[in-house]
């Protein structure tokens, strides 16, 4: 078995898309797989100009599922009680609007992307909210999802995470998974 070193698809999109162009030329590979989300965001995005297939949906789509703003817009169209969040961008008075969402510490700071690094976080003060988002604000810019604001922030609802992940493979379900994480 050899090990293959290619870009890392979060700092160098485009040449880790010409990578695995390369790779797939060499070793014949007929399917790619991805591993993180943001090496599937890239694949999802240049999925015309790689020569290999992927299991991801079109970035369109792919993109309305790794994106939580427009995940909590869709529960909230289907009536589903979503936590009230705010939208940070570059503008917005954090302060300000956590004053005006009658939103108190703790809260929940959250990438906007699914799966970007930083992770869910339970806040507990304004210095520490404001510090977290700085860091946020460095988290994926060369990604083709990096026009998203980098972080929301959330009410803290306490009580147990309910999950469910599905597998659909043309519009039929194939897989489904729940939990209860408390």
């Keep these: 078995t050899n090990v293959v070193k290619v870009h890392n698809p979060e700092t160098h999109p485009d040449v880790f ?30 999925a015309e100009r790689l020569h ?7 970035f369109p789509v792919f993109e309305h599922v790794i994106d939580k703003q427009k995940t909590l817009e869709t529960a909230q169209k289907l009536g589903i009680p979503t936590p009230n969040t705010i939208v940070t961008d570059d503008s917005l008075d954090v302060k300000a609007e956590l004053n005006r969402l009658n939103i108190e510490y703790p809260v929940i700071l959250k990438p906007r992307r699914r799966g970007s690094k930083g992770g869910t976080l339970l806040i507990t003060s304004q210095s520490e909210l404001e510090s977290k988002l700085i860091e946020f604000d460095q988290i ?3 990604l083709p999802t990096s026009a998203y604001s980098k972080a929301l922030i959330q009410e803290n609802v306490p009580g147990d995470i309910h999950d469910c992940c599905v597998l659909y493979q043309n519009g039929c379900l194939k897989a489904m998974l729940t939990q209860v994480r408390h």
């Design 140 to 142: 994926g810019d060369d």
């Design 17 to 46: 898309v010409e990578d695995i162009n390369r790779l797939v030329r060499q070793l014949n590979i007929d399917a790619f797989l991805t591993h993180s989300d943001e090496m599937a965001t890239v694949v999802s995005h240049a």
């Design 52 to 58: 290999v297939s992927s299991p991801l949906p079109n």
